[in-house]
């Protein structure tokens, strides 16, 4: 229980000091970023403080990653490898965010994966080192990289690079963000295999699941707390991209027990 309760809260905790610590890019530096470890499959066993959907943005493109490239002979999964992206058709959230992860392994099998990501900012859109509000389609927000291999062997690819810092109009933050991406990675990694030293790779695998089944328990306590029945918002947005237009969103909340059933039925 002291394994779950402190160490991975301490180890993403100083994973997200070191990212502010080393980025460039005044967002990273003002604490809009994400840093998260996760089991052999993809789930999220801990995460900072900070925004955090960043830290859940990895669970998807790891699971992507699994999924597709796991057993393909031309990429595969292989200890050392470094994977960048930022699509939000791959799990992201906008093209300014950019992440970083890492396969961790333990006695030559997957044992978690460690992953560092948050808000760039440039990312070679129409619009300099901004959000795009004029974009009429996804292709004038810059760069979209689905889940890349962008290194092996603990390095990242020169070539590899040259191209994402290429792509955008601050190159010089862009590659220093990037292999400040990869130094918190290196350290989770790091952190991790210590705890796997002194108490065995299974043991650290039942701990972060016993987390990830602990919030769940939480969770649903929290939820059996709330006074049963159906609760409804509606919200209105007046734009679609650069055109003027009215679109409702209505969301209905069902909580029954220790269940919530989000209905969204009827929005535009």
């Not at 080393?22 to 994400?34: K, N, V």
């Not at 595969?76 to 699509?87: M, Q, S």
């Not at 959230?93 to 440039?122: I, K, N, S």
Request: proline share 3%; aromatic share 8%; charged share 25%.
């Amino acid at each position: 229980m002291l394994f779950r309760s402190y160490k991975l809260d301490a180890i993403v905790d100083e994973g997200r000091q070191v990212f502010i610590q080393m980025s460039l890019a005044e967002l990273l530096q003002a604490g809009d970023l994400g840093i998260g470890l996760f089991t052999a499959r993809g789930d999220n066993a801990a995460m900072s403080a900070g925004v955090l959907l960043h830290n859940l943005l990895h669970s998807g493109p790891i699971k992507y990653v699994l999924k597709h490239y796991g057993d393909d002979p031309t990429v595969g999964i292989r200890d050392g490898d470094v994977y960048f992206f930022n699509d939000s058709e791959a799990g992201g959230v906008h093209t300014y965010d950019h992440f970083l992860m890492l396969p961790v392994f333990a006695g030559g099998e997957l044992l978690a994966w460690v992953g560092c990501g948050g808000h760039q900012g440039e990312s070679g859109s129409t619009t300099p080192g901004g959000f795009t509000s004029d974009a009429r389609s996804r292709y004038e927000e810059g760069i979209h990289v689905p889940p890349l291999r962008v290194g092996a062997d603990f390095q990242l690819w020169q070539d590899h690079l040259d191209w994402l810092t290429g792509s955008v109009r601050t190159p010089r933050v862009m590659g220093h963000d990037t292999r400040a991406r990869l130094a918190v990675c290196l350290r989770l990694r790091e952190r991790i295999l210590r705890e796997v030293e002194k108490r065995g790779a299974a043991y650290v695998a039942a701990g972060m699941r016993a987390t990830i089944e602990r919030g769940i328990e939480l969770a649903r306590g929290r939820i059996r707390g709330l006074n049963d029945g159906v609760y409804r918002s509606v919200a209105f947005l007046d734009t679609i991209g650069p055109e003027e237009a009215l679109i409702r969103l209505p969301v209905a909340l069902h909580k029954r027990g220790d269940e919530l059933v989000i209905d969204v039925s009827g929005a535009s």
